[in-house]
Every structure is written in C-alpha cells, then in structure tokens.
T-cell receptor
Framework: ETGVTQTPRHLVMGMTNKKSLKCEQH?????MYWYKQSAKKPLELMFV???????ENNSVPSRFSPECPNSSHLFLHLHTLQPEDSALYLC???????????FGPGTRLTVL | KNEVEQSPQNLTAQEGEFITINCSYS?????LHWLQQHPGGGIVSLFM???GKKKHGRLIATINIQEKHSSLHITASHPRDSAVYIC????????FGTGTRLQVFP
C-alpha cells in the first residue's frame, strides 16, 4: 500500500462511451501524475499537475481530459477512445515535482 | 532507440541465487530510480540514486555516472521477488526503461 488509490481497478468500455478514472492520495503531496503503460512499452507520462495546476501535457490526444479539483484528487475523463488506448493507466503522486513518486495500483482499461 | 535500456529483458532464477539487472542510459541525469512492479500493476519505488550505492535489505543499487550505468542486485533471491523491475532516469522528467521481468522459482 503506497497511500495512492485508484478506481476502478478494471474498466471495459465501448468506443462511444464516456467514463472517468479517479485517483486519490491523502499523503499531503502537491504533485500528481497520470501515466499510460501499454504492453511491451515503457511507461509514458501523460499529464503532470502541481498544486492543482497542469504543468505538463505530453502530446496526449484530446479524448483524454484530466481534472485536478484539489490536491488530493485527480481524474482522467475518457471520451470516444480507440482500441489502441487499451492499457494500464497509473496515477502517482510526489511531495513536490522531482521528488520520489508513489504509484497507485492502476486501472486496467480495455476499449472494445 | 530508447534513451534507457535495460538488460536482460527476462530473467529466471532459482531461489537463493544472486540477481543482477542492468540499466544503461544515454542522457545526462540528475537522478536514477529503480521501481518494482508486481503482477496486477502496482508500482513501488525501491531506490533513488544520484551517485554511489544504496542498500535496503537484500536489495543493492549502484550507479556509475561517468559510464551512464546502474545495476540492481538482489541477494538470496526469493519467489516473492518475482516482479518487473523498471529503471527510470531524470534529466528533467522521468524517462522509463521497458523493464526486466524476473521470475524466481522455489
């Protein structure tokens, strides 16, 4: 247990669905991250929030929309995804940017 | 070519064996991380290094900044060490290797 939780743990959705992934931490961390992990590929950083402000967006398609309403919660809203978006989506947090990151268990997403 | 290369990609061992996993990188870095990912996806940070050597229990991590190389060693390996071990380097943001899948058999 790292103190970072993610829900749901598994999600199956159609290409026309809208769903949201949730990440929560009560570690007092100021930075939160979304990563994508596809089979046989390195972890890819998608978004970084620091003090609830988005500081990094690594060329992620607009069908992925992050939201950070407060320093403890991070969402990833999903809309009209493609089958190639099927992957493990990991959330992480750190005290500040550059500090050791603590990862959640991930959400395994399958897009049909 | 990925900026972070790990070897081997897959590794099997018998319980009790000494394990070494290697990481080479091609960029200037401020820190290197070793992470452990268990089946099911959860990732745990093992070490953050900027020089020298760190030890935690049966795990030892070393880094040679001049050679742009790091190793993760596991002494007296155990089946519960079975996981994917990921090396990540930080020039400005984290860049991840593809991981080394370790299976330790009783």
């Amino acid at each position: 247990e790292t103190g970072v939780t993610q829900t749901p743990r598994h999600l199956v959705m159609g290409m026309t669905n809208k769903k949201s992934l949730k990440c929560e931490q009560h570690l007092g961390h100021n930075a939160m991250y979304w990563y994508k992990q596809s089979a046989k590929k390195p972890l890819e950083l998608m978004f970084v929030y620091s003090l609830e402000e988005r500081v990094e967006n690594n060329s992620v398609p607009s069908r992925f929309s992050p939201e950070c309403p407060n320093s403890s919660h991070l969402f990833l809203h999903l809309h009209t995804l493609q089958p190639e978006d099927s992957a493990l989506y990991l959330c992480a947090s750190s005290l500040d940017m550059g500090d050791t990151q603590y990862f959640g268990p991930g959400t395994r997403l399958t897009v049909l | 070519k990925n900026e972070v290369e790990q070897s081997p990609q897959n590794l099997t061992a018998q319980e009790g064996e000494f394990i070494t996993i290697n990481c080479s990188y091609s960029v200037g870095i401020s820190a290197l991380h070793w992470l452990q990912q268990h089946p099911g996806g959860g990732i745990v940070s093992l070490f953050m290094l900027s020089s020298g050597k760190k030890k935690h229990g049966r795990l030892i991590a070393t880094i040679n900044i001049q050679e742009k190389h790091s190793s993760l060693h596991i002494t007296a390996s155990h089946p519960r060490d079975s996981a994917v071990y990921i090396c990540a380097v930080r020039p400005d943001k984290l860049i991840f290797g593809t991981g080394t899948r370790l299976q330790v058999f009783p």
